[in-house]
């Protein structure tokens, strides 16, 4: 089955500054990547996806980038805001629909 | 945030108790799921189903049960078999068999055992 690692597990960054997410999956067969973001007590909401035919997906503040040949998939937050402190999972498909999401990223933004 | 919605937010479960969470959508999703999620960990698939009157087990099944008798409806019962259900439970739908389809999130069931 398909194995996605997540790093790093807690992020701090000041209000302005960039955030980067990393994951990397194990099945060369995903093709479908989506990221959530989570705020306490509150459902996993999609902020952005990427598919395998493309590398790189900008919306606003936020982008995907997409490295196939060496598994990995990446977020970045730019001039980050008080709001987007919240908990970020990263997922990757396998087999039928599935997807297997990472251990989550715990992001405080400090003002 | 509409079209899935789950019941109850809260639910309280004494040893050896088999108690059932509910998740409706109305979204006219073939694909529901069940996740489960732990403090500090990602979530974890327990069931899922790809289309009425059927259903897969995934990760974490031992001690759930699920049906799928109506295409709106993807009901998960813990069992008393299953030894440590406080969690947090997710249900979540897409719309089809396709591997990247985006799934929508219900808002959760909260589970603790007494």
């Known amino acids: 089955g398909e194995n996605v690692e997540q790093h790093p597990s807690t992020l701090s960054v000041q209000e302005g500054d960039s955030a980067v997410i990393k994951c990397t999956y194990s099945d060369s067969a995903s093709n479908y990547f989506p990221w959530y973001k989570q705020e306490l007590g509150k459902r996993p909401q999609l902020i952005i996806d990427i598919r395998s035919n493309v590398g790189e997906k900008k919306d606003q503040r936020i982008a995907v980038t997409l490295n196939k040949t060496a598994k990995h998939f990446s977020l970045h937050i730019t001039e980050t805001q008080p709001e987007d402190s919240a908990v970020y999972f990263c997922a990757a498909s396998y087999s039928w629909g599935k997807l297997q999401f990472g251990a989550g990223t715990q992001v405080v933004v400090t003002p | 945030d509409g079209g899935i919605t789950q019941s109850p937010k809260y639910l309280f479960r004494k040893e050896g108790q088999n108690v059932t969470l509910s998740c409706e959508q109305n979204?006219?999703?073939?694909?529901m799921y069940w996740y489960r999620q732990d403090p500090g960990q990602g979530l974890r698939l327990i069931y899922y189903s790809q289309i009425v009157n059927d259903f897969q087990k995934g990760d974490i099944a031992e001690g759930y049960s699920v049906s799928r008798e109506k295409k709106e409806s993807f009901p998960l019962t813990v069992t008393s078999a299953q030894k440590n259900p406080t969690a947090f439970y997710l249900c979540a739908s897409s719309s089809g068999t396709s591997g990247s389809n985006e799934q929508f999130f219900g808002p959760g069931t909260r589970l603790t055992v007494l």
């Open positions: 979204l006219n999703h073939d694909a």
